[in-house]
């Protein structure tokens, strides 16, 4: 199975800050790879899918980029509803994995 | 509204069996591939299995914590999804969503999710 890292595994943030998370595949994924937002007590929400493609009705303030083994999301001008914890999950093989979560924190 | 609706959890015995149903809303049930993604309590999210559509004959692939043990069905006449679950384990303990998969094989809509609680 592919391994997926998520690191930091939380951060703290003020409103207004960029931030920016990895994921590391256990080996090369060619941008099969999606984030996921979670909120506590609620489903996940798809927010980029093809390592940068934005979902449909996603802030423009999200953003993904990466290839190979290496993903990173980046949240421009964090705004209050966007504390939560994050997935990544690779969809090259099966079974898709997700890493652990980094959860983004208010300083 | 696109909507995905779980029912069915509830707290079984070790060893129990379950079964666990999704409605769907709102969009073409029989176009797409749909999976059961589940959550631990205070973890993360763990893939559990797939049913693909009539296109792909559909064939079911499943995680290795779970397979010989449950198994996924779907209804396209009746747009819903199944997920019956035989000799529970205490791990098995968790949230169960089901979820559709969409662009790129992400899991573009998801349901409210039902918790199923293993324990004597």
């Known amino acids: 199975d592919i391994q997926m890292t998520q690191s930091p595994s939380s951060v703290s943030a003020s409103v207004g800050d960029r931030v920016t998370m990895t994921c590391r595949a256990s080996?090369?994924?060619?941008?099969?790879l999606a984030w996921y937002q979670q909120k506590p007590g609620k489903a996940p929400k798809l927010l980029i899918y093809?390592?940068?493609n934005l979902q449909s009705g996603v802030p423009s303030r999200f953003s993904g980029s990466g290839s190979g083994t290496d993903y990173t999301l980046t949240i421009r001008r964090l705004q209050p509803e966007d504390f939560a914890t994050y997935y990544c999950q690779q969809a090259n093989s099966f079974p898709p994995t997700f890493g652990g979560g980094t959860k983004v924190e208010i300083k | 509204e696109v909507q995905l609706v779980e029912s069915g959890g509830g707290l079984v015995q070790p060893g129990g069996s379950l079964r666990l149903s999704c409605a769907v809303s709102e969009f073409t049930f029989s176009d797409h591939y749909m999976d059961w993604v589940r959550q631990a309590p205070g973890k993360g999210l763990e893939w559990v299995g797939r049913?693909?559509?009539?296109?792909?004959?559909?064939?079911?692939e499943y995680a290795a914590s779970v397979k010989g043990r449950f198994t996924i069905s779907r209804d396209d006449s009746k747009n819903s999804l199944h997920l019956q679950m035989n000799s529970l384990k205490s791990e098995d303990t968790a949230v169960y969503y089901c979820a559709r998969v969409g662009a790129a094989d992400a899991f573009d809509i998801w349901g409210q999710g039902t918790m199923v609680t293993v324990s004597s």
């Open positions: 049913t693909r559509n009539k296109a792909h004959s559909y064939t079911t």
């Open positions: 080996q090369g994924i060619s941008s099969w």
């Open positions: 093809g390592a940068s």
